[in-house]
């Protein structure tokens, strides 16, 4: 059975990893090792079919680490045996689909559920070798076609639905472009890879593709502005990205904030100046637009303000256009005044409760920012 205590989305390892960032900085640890004893309380899956970076042994793991703190480090190496294991079931599983033609699940290969999640903690752990079968796991995936109903897609063609079961609304499945579960994911993963020095046979390339597909997908909105579709089936697929499309919710899981991130990094890391600034000015040009602000309903990070605040602070790091500083002064402005009207989750968790946007104010404090290298998890850093 499920437990909300491993789910760092919307559990308690969400809480775990807000209380660790908080002990690194102020040295305060007593909040934090209760946290710790309640990750402890209860046996931790390392199940292929259930473990992930958002749930199980990674996600566990992933916030020990983060924690920086030398008395966790035996719990953490035995973790990583778990964790090690967990990446050869997985591999093996998705190179046995790979040779059969048939297309992936979307929990294969995301980050929430798949093995760019697993690689996002292998990246932060420093765990290179493991990191490097991911990696070159990715760059096939990116790189190899598969066919679906007789004709040609992308090897992350996902054969189910947007939620990850079959759909009748999805018969043959749907390509994905969002960070969380669909391209924009493995390419930053890729990205931030590269800027660690960590690479594979295939990368380059696999990085080409990623800037094609990014910047071909991104369509013209009504009423000006560009965009990116959160998913599409088999025939929109087809027919390509040749219409208009409606403005969507600038959420980090789907929506520009991730994949115009997702570019940045793809972009800088195959040195191509055209795709970079073509990301940074689609946000930008996002952060600017009324109508798509108006869609954001919620603080949090999946889905809300404090998810849009951290991926345009990240995206403004390495920005070589002009003009975010005023757009995060605003956001932070923003996600402040949600707060004092008490609106926020009240449920634990990094995604989709309050911790996420607690830890996004301390994250950005003006004062005492938190070391955005956490944001690992969400690919933004």
Same mark, same amino acid.
């Given at each position: 059975?499920?437990?909300?205590?491993?789910?760092?989305?919307?559990?308690?390892?969400?809480?775990?990893?807000?209380?660790?960032?908080?002990?690194?900085?102020?040295?305060?640890?007593?909040?934090?090792?209760?946290?710790?004893?309640?990750? /402890?309380?209860?046996?931790?899956?390392?199940?292929?079919?259930?473990?992930?970076?958002?749930?199980?042994?990674?996600?566990?793991?992933? @916030?020990?680490?983060?924690?920086?703190?030398?008395?966790?480090?035996?719990?953490?190496?035995?973790?990583?045996?778990?964790?090690?294991? +967990?990446? *050869?079931?997985?591999?093996?599983?998705?190179?046995?689909?790979?040779?059969?033609?048939? $297309?992936?699940?979307?929990?294969?290969?995301?980050?929430?559920?798949?093995?760019?999640?697993?690689? /996002?903690? #292998?990246?932060?752990?420093?765990?290179?070798?493991?990191?490097?079968?991911? #990696?070159?796991?990715?760059?096939?995936?990116?790189?190899?076609?598969?066919?679906?109903?007789?004709?040609?897609?992308?090897?992350?063609?996902?054969?189910?639905?947007?939620?990850?079961?079959?759909?009748?609304?999805?018969?043959?499945?749907? /390509?994905?472009?969002?960070?969380?579960?669909?391209?924009?994911?493995?390419?930053?993963?890729?990205?931030?890879?590269?800027?660690?020095?960590?690479?594979? /046979?295939?990368?380059?390339?696999?990085?080409?593709?990623?800037?094609?597909?990014?910047?071909?997908?991104?369509?013209?909105?009504? &009423?000006?502005?560009?965009?990116?579709?959160?998913?599409?089936?088999? @025939?929109?697929?087809?027919?390509?990205?040749?219409?208009?499309?409606?403005?969507?919710?600038?959420?980090?899981?789907?929506?520009?904030?991730?994949?115009?991130?997702?570019?940045?990094?793809?972009?800088?890391?195959?040195?191509?100046?055209?795709?970079?600034?073509?990301?940074?000015?689609?946000?930008?040009?996002? #952060?600017? *637009?009324?109508?798509?602000?108006?869609?954001?309903?919620?603080?949090?990070?999946?889905?809300?303000?404090?998810?849009?605040?951290?991926?345009?602070?990240?995206?403004?790091?390495?920005?070589?256009?002009?003009?975010?500083?005023?757009?995060? @002064?605003?956001?932070?402005?923003?996600?402040?005044?949600?707060?004092?009207?008490?609106?926020?989750?009240?449920? $634990?968790?990094? +995604?989709? &409760?309050?911790?996420?946007?607690?830890?996004?104010?301390?994250?950005?404090?003006?004062?005492? $920012?938190?070391?955005?290298?956490?944001?690992?998890?969400?690919? +933004?850093?």
């Amino acid at each position: 059975m499920r437990t909300s205590v491993h789910d760092m989305g919307a559990g308690i390892a969400g809480t775990a990893l807000y209380e660790m960032l908080l002990a690194r900085r102020s040295g305060v640890w007593e909040p934090a090792h209760a946290s710790a004893k309640a990750l /402890a309380s209860r046996p931790v899956t390392a199940n292929p079919s259930s473990a992930g970076l958002y749930y199980g042994a990674p996600a566990v793991a992933y @916030v020990l680490q983060a924690s920086g703190n030398p008395a966790y480090a035996p719990t953490l190496d035995a973790m990583d045996h778990q964790v090690a294991t +967990l990446v *050869d079931r997985r591999l093996s599983a998705a190179y046995a689909r790979m040779a059969s033609g048939r $297309p992936a699940r979307l929990r294969e290969f995301d980050l929430i559920s798949g093995l760019t999640g697993i690689g /996002a903690y #292998l990246l932060r752990r420093n765990s290179t070798s493991l990191l490097q079968q991911v #990696l070159s796991y990715l760059v096939r995936l990116i790189t190899e076609p598969v066919t679906v109903d007789g004709y040609a897609v992308p090897g992350w063609w996902a054969s189910d639905s947007p939620r990850g079961r079959y759909d009748e609304a999805w018969p043959l499945g749907h /390509a994905n472009f969002g960070l969380a579960h669909g391209i924009a994911g493995p390419l930053a993963l890729l990205g931030l890879s590269h800027r660690a020095g960590v690479t594979v /046979a295939g990368a380059d390339e696999a990085l080409d593709e990623g800037c094609h597909v990014l910047t071909r997908w991104a369509r013209p909105l009504r &009423g000006g502005g560009t965009g990116w579709p959160e998913t599409l089936g088999l @025939v929109p697929y087809l027919r390509g990205p040749l219409i208009e499309v409606r403005p969507g919710r600038p959420s980090w899981c789907y929506g520009t904030p991730g994949i115009a991130r997702s570019l940045q990094l793809v972009a800088q890391a195959g040195n191509n100046k055209t795709a970079q600034h073509f990301a940074e000015q689609t946000f930008l040009s996002c #952060l600017t *637009d009324s109508r798509q602000l108006s869609r954001i309903r919620d603080t949090t990070v999946c889905h809300g303000w404090a998810g849009l605040l951290l991926s345009a602070d990240r995206v403004a790091a390495d920005a070589c256009l002009d003009g975010f500083d005023r757009e995060l @002064v605003r956001l932070h402005s923003q996600l402040s005044d949600c707060i004092v009207r008490h609106e926020i989750p009240e449920g $634990p968790g990094l +995604l989709t &409760g309050a911790d996420g946007v607690l830890l996004t104010l301390h994250t950005l404090s003006p004062s005492r $920012p938190l070391d955005p290298t956490w944001q690992t998890c969400l690919l +933004l850093s």
